[in-house]
Structures are given as C-alpha cells and as structure tokens.
C-alpha cells in the first residue's frame, strides 16, 4: 500500500455530453461555463490548492479545446495588455498549468470511469497514489473538497472517496458505500456497489467524482473486466482492494453541484454567482424579479 504524496490527477474528459445536445456538439461539456469560468478550469483549480504537481486528461474527439484553453494565449494577452485591460490579463495568465506539467491522453472508445482512469495508467505509474477528479461535480466549498481529502488521506491512506447522503430513490444514479462505521467526517466501508436499486442499496451513502487512489487500482483495471452496464467501472476495481487495504468515504464539506444535468448546471450558476461581490445583488433582484413576474411563488407553494 502506497503512502507516497499525492502529486498526480486524473482528469477524465472523453465524454460526449449528450445531455446538453446541441450545445455540446461542437463544444466539450467540460469547458460550459458556470458564471465565466468553464467547468475543468474549477477542477483544476481544485486540484492546484490541494498540491497536485501533475495534471492528466484523458481526452476524446472534439476535445483540443481543453488542451488549448490551459495553453498560452500570447496574441490575446499582448491584445489585453495594449488595451490596458491588465485585469482581465491576468485572469488568463493565470491558467497554463506550466511546461511539463501537463499530459494528454486519448479514451479510443466510451468504456467507462475505469477504462477512463486506466487509459492514464502509463502516465501516473504503478508505484504512486493519484487522485481523480470529474468536472461535471462541481463543489462549492471553503476549503476545495480534494484539499480536506488529502489531509485525511496523510493519515490513513489506501482508497478514499468524497461521499454524500443521496435519498434513496436515487441510489440507481451513483456509487454506493457498504457502511461499516463512522467516525468524525470518515466513513470506513466494508464494499462498494456501483448503482443499486434502491431496494437493494446498502446504505444512502453515494460517491461523489473525487477519489485518491492507490497504484493497486490500475492492477485491478488490468483485468479489463466489465461491470454496470457493460463497462469497466472504476468502482468495482476499488471493491475489490476492500480488506486488502484501507477504504473511506470523506464527508467533505461543501455543496456539491451535478453539472451533468441541466438543472444542476443552472443551479450552479446561480449559486456561483451569489458568491460574487460584483454579481450578488443584481442576480438575487434578476431572480425575484422573475419569480414574482411569472408566479413561480405561487406554483412552488401549491405544487
């Protein structure tokens, strides 16, 4: 079992978005904006407060806008910088990730989360723990959720996932934790189900897309078995060092956004732009003011 330091990040971004067809045609759903920022670069900057040193994307077709957006920009930052708009120079100065510091690899066909991670396996190594981060969960927090995992991942190593309470009508929608017992924020499971019915959920506790994995887990993909749905579920590989080494859910704390849905995108936006000093009060009047215009008070009270 690794306790190394965590310094690598496996970002899986093949996906194909269709549910925010059309405007994922042309466009990868990672890079959707919420309020100005697209949905990777709020991963990603996740990742750089918690210390990742290395960041991995795992790519599909349509997907160079990704590589270009953590790319230098030199004709537009010289464009900023000769219009005096050094404020908004600096916000894109600040994204490259750096020389060396970032790597691409392809997903040659939609073979799940672990088939995902797996493709990454060459660049992260057998011998070192990574964390995995999915851009569709976007979390509101303080403190970013990877960073309050890693600091509990010092401690107890083995494999870590961040977990929230889902109902139970909607244990169908993730990873579920066989819950052994809790203290404080941890969670220790006894096993791992990826996307039970409800009536056979052994507990309300559902993964959310954050995990600090220990190198065991690409032996495990090796295996290319195939789990829900005819994929290769990262979930199961983690199931299977349960007893072999440590395994915990994290309660972070945070609010946790599923951008993979439309309404969660547009709530997300919202709740974003509430944090903005610049955008607070105008957004809050723009929401009343349309509630109280199309009588949406009365239906959510009678609904």
């Not at 210390?51 to 230098?72: L, P, Q, W």
């Not at 959920?201 to 897309?209: D, F, I, L, M, Q």
């Not at 003011?289 to 009588?295: C, L, Q």
Request: hydrophobic share 40%.
């Amino acid at each position: 079992m690794s306790k190394k330091k965590v310094r690598k990040a496996i970002f899986p971004v093949g996906g194909l978005g269709t549910r925010f067809l059309p405007a994922t045609k042309a466009m990868p759903k990672e890079m959707l904006p919420v309020v100005d920022k697209p949905l990777i670069q709020y991963a990603v900057e996740e990742a750089r407060e918690a210390g990742i040193e290395e960041f991995i994307f795992v790519t599909g077709r349509g997907k160079t806008a990704i590589e270009d957006h953590f790319d230098n920009s030199q004709e537009l930052g010289n464009f900023l910088q000769s219009r005096g708009k050094n404020d908004l120079w600096k916000l894109i100065s600040d994204i490259p990730l750096g020389p060396g510091r970032v790597a691409y690899t392809r997903q040659p066909e939609p073979l799940g989360l672990g088939h995902a991670v797996w493709c990454a396996r060459a660049l992260v190594g057998y011998d070192e723990p990574f964390a995995v981060l999915l851009a569709d969960d976007l979390i509101l927090a303080e403190r970013g959720c990877l960073k309050q995992m890693i600091e509990a991942y010092d401690d107890i190593g083995g494999n870590m996932v961040a977990v929230m309470d889902v109902p139970r009508e909607h244990t169908s929608r993730y990873g579920i934790l066989d819950t052994d017992s809790e203290e404080g924020i941890l969670v220790s499971a006894k096993g791992l189900v990826e996307k039970p019915k409800p009536a056979n959920a052994p507990s309300t506790c559902a993964v959310v897309g954050r995990y600090i994995l220990d190198p065991a887990v690409f032996q495990q993909l090796d295996r290319q078995e195939r789990g829900t749905g005819g994929e290769i579920q990262l979930t199961d590989a983690i199931a299977d060092l349960i007893g072999v080494m440590p395994f915990h859910g994290l309660r972070y704390n945070g609010r946790r956004f599923d951008c993979g849905d439309k309404v969660g995108f547009l709530e997300a936006n919202i709740a974003f732009a509430l944090q903005r000093d610049d955008m607070k009060v105008e957004i809050m009047n723009t929401i009343l003011a349309i509630a109280n215009r199309e009588g949406v008070k009365d239906y959510v009270l009678n609904a």
